[in-house]
């Protein structure tokens, strides 16, 4: 199993420009989550989807977008990037549970700058 | 609003010192509790915590939950340099929400 993986994994962007990361899973995972991390902020949640063709936002998600039209892959775009979007984006997936959050399952990260 | 704090923020220690990571949490209905190590890239899943007072142990990693005074700490012995990592504390922050909210991460630095 491939488990969690992203691509690209490296892309640099100008101001305004549009691109579209990809995530996919082989685990047969319901739940599937896009993070960005910057310096000192730990993770914090763009967005996250709890089903094949559900999204959800999660704590930042102005500038993003997100589809789910497959169960094994999560789509996150940035429509016009900006400068403040440069970070390194971690997609993560897991199961479905029960009474409780399940360990998540990240993948290697997009670092992603825009000038 | 859901938070979860982590500190000290950054730690150097020497090979071989023992180390004690914090997690503090202000969380509507508590579920459970993550710890995760990033090393270079992709985070990595240690324990999770759901009873106060139970230690959960691997080799020389070992957790310990309080859920009345609503904190976590994670210990390691016998350091190495390998362990160097940033390691994140995170809580689901609602009932019925299948999602985790993060603490800033504590940089852990081992030098031989």
Redesign the interface.
């Known amino acids: 199993n491939a488990g969690v993986t992203q691509t690209p994994k490296f892309r640099v962007l100008k101001t305004g420009q549009s691109m579209t990361l990809l995530c996919a899973q082989d685990m047969n995972h319901e739940y599937m989550y896009w993070y960005r991390q910057d310096p000192g902020m730990g993770l914090r949640l763009i967005h996250y989807s709890v089903g094949e063709g559900t999204t959800a936002k999660g704590e930042v998600p102005d500038g993003y977008n997100v589809s789910r039209l497959k169960k094994q892959n999560f789509l996150l775009g940035l429509e016009s990037a900006a400068p403040s979007q440069t970070s390194v984006y971690f997609c993560a997936s897991s199961y479905r549970g029960l009474a409780t959050v399940n360990e998540q399952f990240f993948g290697p990260g997009t670092r992603l700058t825009v000038l | 609003e859901d938070k979860?704090v982590?500190s000290p923020?950054s730690l150097v220690v020497h090979e071989g010192d023992t180390v004690t990571l914090n997690c503090s949490y202000e969380v509507t209905n508590f579920?459970?509790l993550?710890w995760y190590k990033q090393e270079k890239?992709?985070?990595?899943?240690l324990f999770?915590l759901?009873s106060s007072g139970i230690e959960k142990k691997s080799g020389r990693l070992s957790s310990i939950l309080d859920k009345k005074e609503l904190f976590s700490i994670l210990n390691i012995t016998a350091t190495q340099t390998g362990d160097s990592a940033v390691y994140?504390c995170?809580v689901?922050p609602f009932q019925g929400?299948?999602?985790?909210?993060?603490?800033?991460?504590t940089r852990l630095t081992i030098n031989p």
Do not use: E, H
């Open positions: 979860v982590q923020l579920r459970s993550l890239k992709a985070p990595t899943f999770m759901t994140l995170a689901p929400a299948q999602k985790l909210v993060f603490g800033q991460g």
